[in-house]
T-cell receptor
Framework: RKEVEQDPGPFNVPEGATVAFNCTYSNSASQSFFWYRQDCRKEPKLLMSVYSSGNEDGRFTAQLNRASQYISLLIRDSKLSDSATYLCVVNGGSGGYNKLIFGAGTRLAVHP | GAGVSQSPSNKVTEKGKDVELRCDPISGHTALYWYRQSLGQGLEFLIYFQGNSAPDKSGLPSDRFSAERTGGSVSTLTIQRTQQEDSAVYLC???????????FGEGSWLTVV
């Protein structure tokens, strides 16, 4: 089993749609969780951290379910500019607490 | 500089040659990561440096790969006797510490021909 698993997609949605991504992780001791965004041929950039209580940043909502070891990202009112690959990131991995493990990413394509 | 700086940005090398990739992290960041990303694939962890602690080398794919971090700042990733499967973008990232946001450089795009 991969340490961090994501549905690769692609998710093809029209503008204005709501879309949700899930990510599961294997290490129950993991403490830090993030969503990163990566545009084609660019480096990943932080979208948002994921807190135990859940957090929201504008159209984006992230949630953490420790019992089931999954993280979700909800994007409301999708924009064309949201088209990118969304990477789930978890610390802890099999190599130790400080190792950050990236999922393979979920590709989102928003069309007019 | 303000961000993570990597060089070279692009490198084309012949199979069997050695290459060195450099990363200059954000000033004050104690932790530094190297990742590799092949075309259309996810990020593959290579190595992690934290302060003066022994690096976590668990992701290095073979003994042709090595990395060092001198003076707790600049890091060099060396690939010896490059193979075509080494072609990828090599991403460096730094952070202030565990649990903090990591910031990536723009990557070094390596092509082995």
């Amino acid at each position: 089993r991969k340490e961090v698993e994501q549905d690769p997609g692609p998710f093809n949605v029209p503008e204005g749609a709501t879309v949700a991504f899930n990510c599961t992780y294997s290490n129950s001791a993991s403490q830090s969780f993030f969503w990163y965004r990566q545009d084609c041929r660019k480096e990943p950039k932080l979208l948002m951290s994921v807190y135990s209580s859940g957090n929201e940043d504008g159209r984006f909502t992230a949630q953490l379910n420790r019992a089931s070891q999954y993280i979700s990202l909800l994007i409301r009112d999708s924009k064309l500019s949201d088209s990118a690959t969304y990477l789930c990131v978890v610390n802890g991995g099999s190599g130790g607490y400080n190792k950050l493990i990236f999922g393979a990413g979920t590709r989102l394509a928003v069309h007019p | 500089g303000a961000g993570v700086s990597q060089s070279p940005s692009n490198k084309v090398t012949e199979k069997g040659k050695d290459v060195e990739l450099r990363c200059d992290p954000i000033s004050g960041h104690t932790a530094l990561y190297w990742y590799r990303q092949s075309l259309g694939q996810g990020l593959e962890f290579l190595i992690y440096f934290q302060g003066n602690s022994a690096p976590d080398k668990s992701g290095l794919p073979s003994d042709r790969f090595s990395a060092e971090r001198t003076g707790g700042s600049v890091s060099t990733l060396t690939i010896q006797r490059t193979q075509q499967e080494d072609s990828a973008v090599y991403l460096c990232a730094s952070t202030q510490g565990s649990g903090n946001t990591i910031y990536f450089g723009e990557g070094s795009w390596l092509t082995v021909v």
